[in-house]
């Protein structure tokens, strides 16, 4: 896959790999069996992870993305300028992790991890505006 994006490596990008993949070994994923795992990099310099948590009821299930960032802000921490994404497969967030992380820093940087790689393998890395352009925002 050719690289095109103007996204960079943030710093703690190593930790944001470690985090993420330490995260997805807490997956409750026993319907899919998907386990994902992901960490937010605050602007403080601050790391929370989460992983997915499936539900009986589908729509109910949490992605790890949004796990992450809800770990984030209820330490109050709403500056979110990095999240890696680790899982098995493609490792790109869904359409509503995009919007959801939207929310916080469109121009967020986006890590795409394979666990399957070494974590000094340097992950691919998109802007989140490139994964949704015109995402949905209010102005207050």
């Not at 948590?53 to 984030?72: D, F, P, Q």
């Amino acid at each position: 896959m050719q690289d095109v994006s103007n996204a960079a490596l943030p710093p703690k990008w190593k930790n944001l790999i470690v985090a993420a993949r330490s995260a997805r070994a807490h997956a409750y994923a026993p319907y899919s069996e998907f386990a994902v795992g992901a960490a937010v990099l605050t602007k403080a310099g601050d790391i929370f992870a989460g992983c997915n948590v499936e539900n009986a009821s589908y729509g109910l299930t949490i992605c790890a993305e949004r796990t992450a960032a809800c770990a984030a802000i209820a330490a109050g921490q709403r500056d979110l300028v990095a999240v890696c994404i680790s899982l098995i497969g493609t490792p790109v967030p869904c359409g509503a992790c995009r919007q959801f992380l939207n929310e916080f820093n469109p121009s967020m940087t986006v890590l795409l991890d394979n666990p399957n790689t070494s974590a000094d393998t340097e992950p691919e890395c998109v802007l989140l505006s490139e994964l949704l352009p015109r995402g949905f925002r209010l102005e207050r």
